[in-house]
């Protein structure tokens, strides 16, 4: 199993970067993948998630209208466009994938522990 995740870079406020979230070694269609994102020194908090059989699609309040989450089944590859990028925004960006019942995803799509399994992390930096 795996998941790579691409995308991330240096731009400044209020630019535009897009991940990149390519799964293999699982059913893609059976999980639910999610973004997240850690910054020095804080917790790893959810940024978005899509449930890749319903398309369904969850953000957190701080990136509603700016970030919008994707996905191409055909390449096992979810995208989270990310615009109007804000210093506040830096991070290590991290995509996940999770069996997540479809009755609890409101609730915990950005609980890490709802996740199996973790990529890399890509540096998102956003000057000001």
């Known amino acids: 199993v795996q998941l790579q995740a691409s995308g991330g870079g240096l731009v400044q406020a209020g630019g535009s970067l897009r991940l990149s979230c390519v799964a293999s070694g699982f059913t893609f269609d059976d999980y639910v993948i999610g973004w997240f994102r850690q910054a020095p020194g804080k917790e790893r908090e959810g940024v978005s998630c899509?449930?890749?059989?319903?398309?369904?699609?969850y953000y957190r309040d701080s990136v509603k209208g700016r970030f919008t989450i994707s996905t191409d089944n055909a390449k096992n590859t979810v995208y989270l466009q990310m615009n109007s990028l804000k210093p506040e925004d830096t991070a290590v960006y991290y995509c996940a994938a999770g069996r997540i019942h479809p009755e609890i995803l409101l609730r915990l799509w950005a609980s890490t522990s709802e996740y199996d399994y973790w990529g890399q992390g890509t540096q998102v930096t956003v000057s000001s």
């Open positions: 899509i449930g890749t059989s319903d398309g369904s699609t």
